[in-house]
């Protein structure tokens, strides 16, 4: 099999050309934000706002910072410019319920309109009412209808009064009420004298006192009677004057919203209300505005708050242009469906409809509500109060208190609102999987889901989108433009991110940090525009302040507390490479791989997993090691060995099966005896077959073995051993792509494991023969003719054991 040859340096770092762009700096670009590479999540966001039926909000999925927001929000305030405004809404106070406040709906600008007639109407009636009361003509009708039941009160006693005379019995007047005595010749008979009276004349008199006692209490029976009918004359004089005084306040208001029935029936019964209730208009000091009353407390009473004439405009969409798109950064079920506020009074808590507060369902109504899931569902509660409005299709106001029954305190139960907003959740895919797969309300709601990318194809087209977002990011933040060559290696930073040379990376974060952080050295190297050079010091910089972890494991080996060996040949011994993940920052370093061989049962012993270091997935790629020896090895033959893998001076655990192809060739190594040249190392995965897969993190792997071999000084032999398929996911550094222009480094892209093999060894894998065997002095063949040995000595030592173990006859 021909051994590849080693990469060429373009094949190692694709280049953005800067002379492609039409542009000299990101000044002479619009600034706007054109977002490329998420056709399919537009298509999803199209069809999401498009779709007007039930259930059919959009949950868009993906990594943060890949413009999820940015996108979503610029397609939706595209879209929301040409709807109509929604209306407002406001609660007024409901006089059959008070409990139970009124919402109203009206045109977009007319509510705080009509709050404001409703104020003017409380500063009319303040006026006009007591005006009223305080005129001649009231004052005159109320003195008549006093003046009637004084006189009748009056007219009956008198009566009573004469009736008595005529019988020599006199009606007096005491401070506790009424009292009659007998006269005699114009006198009152004491009490001496009326005992000394003939018994017959004291029994007449007292007879006769008797039945005059009898009609006075009949007159004193009668007065409540005559009270209550003048007071309901009253009444009826004092409504007479409400009327003839609010009648035309509410008339002009009720011929400016006549079009508006509902509010038309709320003012007939305010007026209802105002005119029951004007001794409240008379008071010489009204309560201050913020001094609200328990339910039931001042009806009929002087001391009634003016409150519930007042409007609480919760929507004003009088500056609103188009239809709301609204972002809530902390969606608690407060912030969401409004909440309802107390004022604490006398020693407890008191509310009334002026209290009610809106949430960001009525402030998105008739537009769009974007949140974040992850935040929504760490808010209590609040996520089972967005599923139960989208089902109902209704906001209702619901104090958290009262929710969790914490306070006993009377409260509000506000009319629902109708709901009609498009709900959009931000999140990350697993956050969606899991709702999908655990919350069965999820799929019913949220039936468009809108997937962004990762990355996007590299072309011409995506390039002009960085540049393009890159000056929207200096426009934003008011930075210093990037010329041509510094958008250039923006997009090459794109590349590297993607893990792809032909794709870019869509993280706009991580572009819009570097942009910053570009802007910061481009002001201390005093550079007009930001350059090439300070995009690249940025870079370095960054990777600077992430090294300390990666420096002080480079200097373990360096001492030889971490062994790795660069110079000579070993048997069974080779050079792996991990990558290390340490918050965002990622770093490749080498291990030492050995393996030992003896007799054995053709098993192939993770060390690493026996001793429960090794994850699943290395302990399945040691498995396939198995399957390739058995299948390239033990076809004639069993093997009779019995193989022991490790990785060396691992302490933490050992996980992936990027390392298998490099434990393959310790392997064949140890069984053909032939040393592999520590001057390389290696990563890929393996299958049955030999054929050398593609792993993650190549650039990293690389140039941590680069850095140690650049330390001990690069002698033109070292290189890296890496799967063909991962050629197009280089985006290497520039020191190592210079060292392989002079020679000093190698990268072989490998397909199979005999290719690996003959570069590791310098002797030949081997073909196998018609025969089934393998050329001697090739790995293939050094190795069948050591199992073949060992078979042989397994046997002879099975036949010693049997002969010295006769069997009983």
Known sequence: MPTPAPLNPEELYIQCDPDSFSF?????LDGEIKISGQERAQEAIRFGVGMKHNGFNIF???????????TLEQYLRETASGEAVPEDWCYVYNFENMRQPCAISMPAGKACIFRHDMEHLIEGLLTVIPGAFSSEEYQEQEKNIKEQLNERQASEIEALEKKAAEKNIALIRTPSGFAFAPIKKGEVVNAEEFM??????????????????????????????????????????????????????????????????????????????????????????????????????????????????????????????????????????????????????????????????????????????????????????????????????????????????????????????????????????????????????????????????????????????????????????????????????????????????????????????????????????????????????????????AGRIPEKIQDAILQNTILIDTESEKVGQINGLSVYMLGNQSFGKPSR?????????????????????????????????????????????????????????????????????????????????????QCFAVTGSVNQYGEIQAIGGVNEKIEGFFDLCKERGLTGQQGVLIPAANTRNLMLRDDVVNAVKENKFSIYPVKHVDEGIEILTGVPAGIQLEDGGYPEETINGLAVQRLKSMAEKQKKQSDNSSNNNPKES
Do not use: C
């Open 24 to 28: 000299a700096s990101t000044e002479d």
């Open 196 to 545: 000394r009276l003939k018994p017959e004349e004291k029994e007449t008199i007292e007879k006769e006192i008797s039945t005059l006692k009898e009609s006075m209490q009949s007159i004193m029976m009668q007065i409540p009677k005559w009270q209550s009918e003048t007071q309901e004359k009253l009444k009826e004089l004092n409504q007479q004057i409400a009327t003839f005084a609010a009648k035309p306040l509410f008339a002009e208001l009720k011929t400016k919203y006549q079009d508006h029935k509902v509010v038309t029936a709320y003012l007939k019964d305010v007026e209802k209300d105002v005119v029951e209730n004007f001794g409240q208009f008379l008071e010489k000091e009204s309560p201050p505005p913020q001094m609200l009353f328990l339910p039931g407390q001042g009806k009929n009473t002087g001391n009634r708050s003016l409150n519930h004439y007042r409007v609480n405009v919760v929507i004003d969409n009088s500056k609103t242009e188009g239809a709301p798109v609204i972002y809530e950064d902390k969606p608690s079920i407060q912030n969401l469906v409004g909440d309802i506020e107390h004022l604490a009074q006398m020693g407890t808590l008191v509310t009334d409809f002026t209290l009610i507060k809106p949430g960001a369902l009525h402030q998105a109504n008739g537009g769009y509500l974007i949140l974040s899931a992850r935040r929504l569902l760490l808010e209590p509660l609040a996520y089972e109060a967005l599923k139960k409005a989208i089902r109902t299709r209704q906001i209702r106001i619901e104090s958290l208190a009262q929710l969790y029954g914490m306070a006993s305190t009377v409260s509000l139960d506000p009319e629902p609102v109708p709901l009609d907003t498009k709900i959009i959740l931000l999140g990350e895919r697993s956050l969606y999987y899991l709702l999908s797969a655990r919350d069965p309300d999820f799929d019913e709601l949220f039936k468009v889901a809108a997937d962004f990318d990762d990355e996007m194809e590299r072309n011409q087209n995506s390039h002009l989108s960085y540049a393009g977002f890159v000056s929207s990011i200096v426009n934003r933040e008011k930075l210093r433009h990037l010329d041509k060559y510094a958008v250039a290696r923006m997009i090459e930073y794109g590349s590297r991110l993607s893990g792809d040379s032909g794709k870019l990376s869509t993280h706009i974060q991580s572009i819009t940090d570097l942009v910053n952080e570009s802007d910061y050295y481009a002001t201390k190297n005093n550079h007009d525009l930001i350059t090439r050079e300070d995009v690249q010091q940025a870079i370095d910089a960054r990777r600077y302040r």
């Open 60 to 70: 868009a999925l993906g990594p943060a910072g890949t413009g999820k927001q940015t």
């Open 593 to 677: 791989i050995t393996t030992r061989i003896k007799m054995g049962k053709g098993e192939v012993i993770d060390i690493e997993r026996e001793v429960e270091m090794g994850g699943p997935i290395h302990s399945k790629g040691v498995m396939i090691l198995s399957g390739f020896l058995g299948g390239r090895f033990g076809g004639e033959q069993p093997l009779s060995l019995s193989a022991t893998l490790v990785f060396e001076q691992s302490y933490g655990g050992v996980d992936g099966d990027s390392a298998s192809s490099a434990e393959l060739y310790a392997l064949l190594s140890a069984i053909s005896g032939k040393p592999i040249k």
